[in-house]
């Protein structure tokens, strides 16, 4: 068992320079169902057992986490909602109507983040040439996301793009200077359209 990674471009915003970071790839989404028939063979439970007590436990985080609550869970981590503002306000003219949950933060465990430090970690056999795209490929790529999206967030085309934060907010940045997209939305929460 081992982490597979590739290296990608990561360009630095104050000096220019294009400079390769490490990043986890080819890596699977386990879901409940392959949780649940793993700990079946590792317990003495049924896997239906499991997928209820897995169930129950999701339910009662999101209940928690609807008060306000940080849920801590032994060996795995912490989890605590964080909120974002949709208008701008003062401290005094605060209004709660105008508050949204904007994530659910999560923080591991210190054991569980040294337990991963032992881990055996390889460069994938596979490549991702999308790591680093021309501009005609990535425009090529925001044009078939529109295919199916009304827009694009800066998160979408790290996704689709196999790229960083930074190198997707630079790329977002040379679209909109080019004209091919239009930025709209809050500043801290843009979403981008197609420009005309």
Known sequence: MSINYQMFPLVNLKSGETE??????????????????????????????????????????????????SVHIEGLGYFKPSLKCTKKMTREKASGKFIEVRSINFRPEREMVNEMKHCTIVRSALQT??????????????????????????????????????????????????GTLRREGPRNAPVYVMNG
């Open 20 to 69: 390769f970071h490490a990043k986890v790839v080819n890596g699977q989404t386990i879901g409940t169902k392959q949780l649940a028939h793993e700990i079946e063979h590792a317990t003495s439970l049924t896997k239906a057992d499991v997928k209820a007590a897995l169930n129950a436990l999701s339910e009662a985080i999101k209940e928690h986490l609807k008060e306000g609550d």
């Open 129 to 178: 040439p999308t790591a680093q795209l021309t501009d005609e490929e990535l425009e090529a790529l925001v044009l078939h996301h529109f295919e199916s999206n009304t827009y694009l967030r800066r998160a979408d085309l790290q996704s689709i793009a196999h790229i960083s934060k930074k190198t997707a907010c630079v790329r977002l940045r040379e679209l909109v200077e080019k």
